[in-house]
């Protein structure tokens, strides 16, 4: 997990092997979606505002997710 500077969010992890993207609320929530091509994930990173691009690419896409914690 990588630490981002965000309102939101605040870590940022990504496994290349299964396309798993997993992401640290600053609520303390973690999510994970699934199928997250890397791509997707370099332009999340790349973004200036992390939540937005998250909210209109990863969670407003195809990707099945899961609240892990």
Same mark, same amino acid.
């Given at each position: $997990?990588?630490?981002?500077? *965000?309102?939101? #969010?605040? =870590?940022?992890?990504?496994? =290349?092997?299964?396309?798993? #993207?997993?992401?640290?609320? @600053? *609520?303390?929530?973690?999510?994970?979606?699934?199928?997250?091509?890397?791509? @997707? !994930? =370099?332009? #999340? $990173? =790349?973004?200036?505002? !992390?939540? *937005?691009? #998250?909210?209109?690419?990863?969670?407003?896409?195809?990707?099945?997710?899961?609240?892990?914690?």
């Amino acid at each position: $997990m990588i630490p981002v500077s *965000s309102s939101n #969010l605040r =870590a940022i992890g990504y496994e =290349a092997a299964t396309q798993t #993207l997993r992401i640290a609320f @600053v *609520s303390s929530s973690i999510y994970e979606y699934y199928g997250v091509p890397a791509s @997707v !994930h =370099a332009g #999340l $990173m =790349a973004a200036s505002s !992390h939540g *937005s691009y #998250l909210d209109a690419h990863i969670k407003k896409g195809p990707y099945c997710y899961r609240k892990v914690g």
